[in-house]
């Protein structure tokens, strides 16, 4: 067994091991040598009791199992009625303070909680938060608002090569929780390497009632410093559609090459509350850009596309995307086609579409665009009449590109910095590429 510490031992883990009427123990820091020590005993009853016993002692140091959230050390009431009112507008305090009332003629110490955080009192409230059970800050943190948790943020810092830990039945103590009452974002970063884990910690929101009800989610929410194809998220589409069927906002970072043939799915999308779908990839396969052409998406109003390099995972055509803005999603006023090839297509084929004229902003940036793109978008600007902001940034874009841009769109924001130079076209196939092809 593994145990992970706390405070001042954060950074130190102990592992326990018993075999027959040997126990050993090994501690130290989560990455470098550890001491190990190991004593024979009697027989392996005695071995178990000591074994037992030296859990027992660590626990009380505060060291625990990795993922183990504390049990409360309060009582704790719930009630279905009240805790669905709080998530009817979650920024009025007025049914935070009725929700604490009735807590508080429960004998729950959450009911005081409410009412010590609408008066600031931020130390007396942490204090009884600590009582209810937090998670521990390298796998999980949460931003607060009238003393329950508004956004959760699941990110394993600590150990995410390990496979010890289970993030699901982590999250499924999480979401267990009574400060989930009124959640409104849930966010899903790194939780282990070469695991896709993300599936089954959405189906453990969806065991409960605040998740019909949450607002906004980001799936693969990992760090920019990881190369994209080395984190996927798994087959989420469906899920997510079954789970959070109120969504308005959906952020989706995920890549390929990890964990097989399913490693990045988003068919079965049908939120009809969505107004803002988000999926920044180096691998819009065919598949998937047809599963998001086809998403049942009716309030759709912002749409933002990563797409990659088509030599490698990114083998979606513009074929594919056309239906983007043949009517697929009525609504639409914004459409990013971003670290992408194809925006010479777009460039030539959007201006034409009954889109264009209701873009209020449009996004190419982190592509192959260039000043022969930016020419002949420039000679289709008075089709765009509703353009407010054109995004251009991490292009291939000269200073002549980018004055034209700016005279054929002159009450537009034209946003075009960190542009980037060609390549030596025989030494790499291409001069243009995109910014993440990995």
């Known amino acids: 067994m593994r145990l992970y510490g706390s405070g001042k031992d954060a950074t130190t883990f102990i592992t326990l091991v018993r075999s027959g009427k040997k126990v050993t123990t090994s501690r130290g820091p989560l990455f ?32 625990c199992v990795m993922g183990e959230l504390p049990a409360p050390q309060v009582p704790i009431a719930r009630d279905a009625a009240l805790e669905a009112e709080l998530r009817r507008d979650r ?10 009332d009735w807590l508080q003629g429960q004998g729950s110490p959450l009911g005081e909680m409410l009412v010590l955080a609408q008066g600031k009192k931020k130390r007396q409230a942490d204090a009884i938060a600590k009582k209810i059970g937090l998670p521990e800050p390298d796998l999980a943190t949460v931003e607060w608002r009238h003393g329950l948790w508004k956004t959760v943020f699941f990110d394993n810092s600590l150990d995410h090569m390990t496979d010890e830990y289970d993030p699901a039945a982590f999250a499924r103590a999480v979401f267990a929780s009574p400060l989930c009452a009124a959640l409104e974002e849930l ?20 065991k409960h009632a605040w998740a019909a009800d949450l607002v906004r989610l980001r799936v693969g929410d990992v760090s920019t410093s990881i190369d994209m194809n080395h984190h996927a998220v798994g087959a989420v589409g469906k899920q997510i559609t079954k789970t959070f069927p109120r969504l308005r906002s959906l952020w989706i970072r995920s890549g390929e090459t990890y964990g097989g043939p399913a490693t990045f799915g988003v068919d079965g999308l049908a939120l009809p509350e969505l107004t803002e779908l988000t999926v920044e990839t180096c691998a819009m396969s065919r598949k998937r850009m047809k599963a998001i052409a086809a998403a049942k998406l009716p309030r759709l109003e912002r749409l933002t596309l990563w797409f990659g390099e088509y030599a490698r995972e990114a ?5 594919d995307v056309v239906p983007v803005w043949s009517g697929a999603f009525p609504y639409l006023t914004h459409l990013g086609v971003c670290n992408s090839e194809l925006v010479t297509d ?29 020419a002949e ?6 089709r765009f009449r509703a353009l407010a902001t054109l995004d251009v940034s991490r292009s291939f874009l000269t200073a002549a590109g980018v004055r034209a841009l700016k005279a054929a769109f002159p009450g537009v924001t034209v946003v075009a910095k960190d542009q980037r130079a060609e390549r030596d076209e025989a030494d790499y196939g291409s001069a243009r590429y995109v910014s993440v092809r990995e």
């Open 32 to 63: 470098g040598a550890a001491k190990t020590s190991a004593k024979t005993h009697g027989s392996p009853a005695k071995a178990k009791a000591a074994h037992d016993e030296l859990l027992a002692k660590y626990r009380a140091e505060g060291f």
């Open 377 to 382: 978008l420039a000679a289709e600007a008075k």
């Open 315 to 319: 083998t979606a055509t513009v074929a």
């Open 346 to 374: 777009v460039a030539r084929l959007l201006p034409a579409s009954k889109l264009a004229p209701k873009l209020r902003s449009l996004d190419l940036s982190r592509g192959t665009f260039g000043d022969d793109d930016a």
């Open 187 to 206: 966010r899903i970063g790194m939780l282990r390497w070469d695991f896709q884990d993300d599936p089954a910690v959405l189906a453990e929101a969806g």
């Open 91 to 100: 920024d009025d305090p007025a049914p935070y303070l009725v929700y604490a």
